[in-house]
């Protein structure tokens, strides 16, 4: 079945359909991942955004369960160059077409993606439309036109969960692959609490090897009700969208950063906590996702490589004078990372978990267990 993908500035793309019949609209942005396409599937970051891979082909490994970071696809559409009819991996589920179509994810593949990425790069990612069979790419232009923009947007609620549980580790899951010794010198699993502000599932698996016990809230749930529970940390995950119109979750953080618990945020987590803390987010022109992005450490000069998926950053000039810079991206010298003087508050813009991406970055959950270990005030 043909598809044509229309962006708002008028530009069309013919291609054949790879997924679910239909037509659907979003953020048209683009992923530099050679590997990881089901974990950028299923990674609720996406939401709202139809996602473009620059790896030439995709799908030739197929899907599998146990890859996937949230319960379902998150994307609002998918854009491949080449889409492999088969799996070609002995733990494959199903093949890539099977599960976006499954799914209800309209994709379009047979695109010049190398094309439109330099189109996103250097006019900016926009908002487009995917169509399947006898479609008019004018009027899909017009439907793009008109699709909500991703500025202001509260897309977290549609993707947090809908109510407190503790999270469990799957049985039978692989033990920890980066040999971490836990410290529990409080001779007890480190308790979590953590806002669900679209997380993915292996920021839980690194907190549960590195010997937490994790409960997880909905992102409109109170400062208070995190705090009654006496957690060793708070953590703010990543998500998808604008940070700025989030202003339940902002007040939230805000409170938390005040009452001296050690406070951990990843990606939107990160956005969220710079405002609380008194800085300000602006939207990046086509933003950074992908799984190769150089951020280099002020504290030690190293240089980490890192996974990266956020549209949005921290203003420089806002960040107050009780914060301090700590990481920076090599590539534009955007914000990577912040850390309060004062509280046991930092976060970070990219993504330590990885999945996909190099394990560079994994150091910062062993700095949040030992900020949870440490006596209060030391």
Not at 6 to 26: D, I, K, P
Not at 32 to 39: D, I
Not at 64 to 83: H, K, L, N, Y
Request: include cysteine; charged fraction near 20%.
């Amino acid at each position: 079945m043909n598809a044509v993908l229309a962006l708002e500035n008028g530009v069309w793309y013919e291609g054949r359909a790879v997924g679910a019949e239909g037509s659907t609209r979003g953020e048209v942005v683009f992923n530099t991942s050679m590997t990881g396409y089901q974990e950028v599937l299923t990674d609720p970051s996406y939401a709202g955004q139809i996602v473009t891979m620059t790896c030439p082909q995709i799908g030739n490994y197929g899907v599998t369960a146990d890859d996937t970071e949230s319960g379902r696809p998150q994307v609002a559409g998918f854009i491949m160059r080449d889409a492999s009819p088969i799996a070609s991996n002995w733990r494959a589920d199903a093949t890539l077409q099977s599960y976006l179509a499954e799914h209800g994810i309209v994709a379009i593949a047979g695109v010049d993606t190398r094309a439109l990425t330099r189109l996103l790069r250097s006019a900016g990612v926009m908002r487009g439309v995917i169509a399947t069979g006898a479609a008019e790419p004018e009027a899909l232009v017009e439907e793009a036109r008109a699709a909500p923009a991703m500025e202001g947007s509260d897309l977290v609620r549609g993707v947090t969960c809908a109510e407190p549980g503790e999270w469990e580790p799957p049985r039978g899951a692989q033990s920890d692959a980066f040999g971490v010794t836990p410290l529990q010198r409080a001779g007890r699993p480190l308790r979590i609490a953590a806002y669900d502000l679209g997380m993915k599932r292996n920021i839980l698996r690194r907190f549960a090897e590195h010997g937490c016990r994790v409960t997880v809230f909905p992102a409109d749930t109170p400062a208070a009700t995190l705090i009654a529970t006496k957690p060793d940390g708070v953590f703010l995950s990543n998500g998808p969208g604008d940070p700025a119109p989030l202003d339940y979750v902002i007040a939230n953080a805000r409170e938390l950063v005040g009452s001296g618990l050690p406070i951990f945020g990843i990606c939107l987590g990160h956005q969220v906590l710079g405002l609380a803390m008194g800085a300000r987010t602006y939207k990046l022109k086509f933003g950074h996702r992908g799984a190769n992005h150089p951020v280099k450490n002020l504290a030690t000069g190293q240089v980490e490589i890192t996974s990266q998926n956020h549209g949005f950053a921290i203003e420089p000039d806002s960040v107050p004078e009780d914060v301090e810079v700590t990481h920076i991206n090599l590539y534009d010298q955007t914000i990577e990372g912040l850390r309060h003087r004062s509280r046991p508050v930092f976060c970070v813009q990219y993504h330590p978990e990885a999945s996909p991406g190099p394990h560079d970055a994994d150091y910062l959950f062993s700095e949040f267990v030992r900020a949870m270990e440490r006596p209060a005030g030391a």
